[in-house]
């Protein structure tokens, strides 16, 4: 038998598990019933395989935003203040929905079906970029890149996230930091691919031609998304309400409020900041790039550390790691080789991030109603999105500041820096002993 899986006969509890007895519709899994047994060995791994090329698509097209915001500031729409700032708003809303619609991806997950979900949100980004291919305003690409695209990525993230993870138990966090190094995967590639199309084809058909890859990697992904156990007797009316008023919630969904407003500020002006150091936009989107790479060390390397040092324990070094490199190093990131080093710590640091989210609601929460517990943090963080790049952005423009990005810099910091305050807060309620491995 697969070691794996006889590591998995034995269902763990959770610290809430002790604080809040199963609801009623609740199935316990034994060594006699587990259903990851009547599987052939291979299906978890195919199931890691399907959330890696999601990920990646999803993650890396997020990530690229700012290669295709740059081009069209700097090509596009020069001297347009106003429609610059309208395309600020764009990266926000991508990661708007990308949280919004998160509590609802979850249920549905579970309720549901993991692969029908994910090929509707398949089919919704390519449609999204596909109608953002015709788009000739910026507030037209709000509704196209921002909202329906958006939309998509909202559905696909949280089950890609969290599907590797309901298959195993003593891998669990190299699993799923396997799967989601996906993203990093899908940045490396795409950030570049980006950078060429919109430069030699142009931004329209640099759309038409992300519409068509998604459709083809994203369909095939599909096909691997599965769980080994759906409770179809779930309803809206017996929904895990009650998570809402647990203390380790709020500290875990203030957490990733802050992560969700500081993420997508590095990357939505990183590019904007080297370019006014005097960095070709051709070199700037290779650093994106390389960010992206160390992100897949970071995913890996994060997982494997939660397995040997605890999941809380890791994401307060992780944070650590992401603070710094917005407070400490982005200012003086002026030349190509601080600007690797910045790409390479932030990049390590987010993906880390990314990899360990999942894995703490797990940990605190339980994993057979992870999709939702993670989609409801996810929901109810929706407006730190909102908030991040547009704050930024305000930042930047006001009077006097010119081209000095210490601010935004500083900005971001602080909100990675809030996120670590709370990560350490939930870590000494779930254990208040400071070398123990949680």
């Known amino acids: 038998m697969d070691p794996e899986k006889q590591s998995d006969c034995t269902v763990h509890k959770t610290a809430t598990e002790s604080e809040t007895q199963p609801a009623e519709d609740s199935v316990v899994l034994s060594s006699d019933v587990d259903p990851r047994l009547e599987f052939p060995a291979y299906t978890r791994y195919a199931v890691v395989a399907g959330c890696f090329v999601i990920q990646g698509l999803v993650c890396g097209l997020l990530n690229s935003w700012g290669v295709q915001q740059q081009y069209l500031v700097a090509n ?38 993991y692969r029908k979900l994910c090929f509707v949100g398949i089919v919704i980004m390519a449609l999204g970029q596909l109608l953002a291919s015709f788009c000739k305003e910026p507030w037209q690409l709000c509704i196209t890149e921002g909202a329906i695209f958006g939309f998509g990525v909202g559905l696909l ?64 992904a599909c096909c691997f998304m ?36 500081a993420f997508i500020v590095p990357y939505a002006f990183l590019p ?13 989107s290779v650093l994106i790039a390389v960010s992206n790479g160390a992100s897949l060390f970071g995913r890996v390397l994060a997982g494997f550390t939660a397995d040997h040092l605890g999941v809380l324990n890791s994401v307060i070094l992780i944070l650590v790691i992401t603070s710094f490199s917005c407070c400490v190093l982005w200012p003086f990131a002026t030349d190509i080789s601080m600007g690797v080093l910045m790409s390479i710590f932030y990049g390590f640091g987010t993906g880390g991030y990314w990899a360990l989210s999942p894995l703490v609601a797990a940990k605190l929460f339980g994993v057979d109603r992870l999709a939702s517990i993670s989609g409801i943090v996810s929901t ?59």
Do not use: C
């Open 272 to 284: 904007e900041f080297w370019v006014s150091k005097g960095i070709s936009s051709q070199t700037a």
């Open 157 to 220: 993230f949280g089950p890609s996230s969290t599907a590797s993870a309901r298959w195993f138990t003593k891998r669990r966090g190299l699993a799923t930091g396997i799967a989601v190094t996906g993203a990093g995967a899908g940045g490396l590639v795409i950030a570049p691919l980006t950078e060429y199309l919109v430069h030699s084809v142009g931004v329209e058909w640099n759309l038409r031609i992300s519409a068509i890859y998604i459709m083809a990697l994203g369909t095939i």
């Open 76 to 113: 596009v729409y020069d001297g347009e203040l106003s429609k610059k700032k309208t395309l600020s708003y764009i990266g926000t809303l991508m990661f708007f929905n990308f949280y919004f619609w998160a509590m609802l991806a979850g249920w549905l997950a579970e309720v549901w079906s």
């Open 226 to 261: 599965r769980v080994p156990f759906q409770d179809k007797t779930r309803t809206l009316k017996n929904f895990d309400w009650h998570a809402f008023g647990n203390l380790r919630f709020a500290a875990n969904a203030g957490m990733v409020f802050f992560v969700a407003a």
């Open 380 to 438: 109810t963080s929706a407006i730190g999105s909102w908030i991040g790049s547009p704050v930024a952005n305000a930042i930047l423009n006001r009077p006097g500041h010119g081209n000095d990005f210490i601010a935004v810099s500083m900005y971001a910091g602080s909100l990675w820096l809030a996120a670590l305050v709370l990560a350490l807060l939930n870590r000494t309620l779930y254990a208040n002993k400071t070398f123990s491995k949680v």
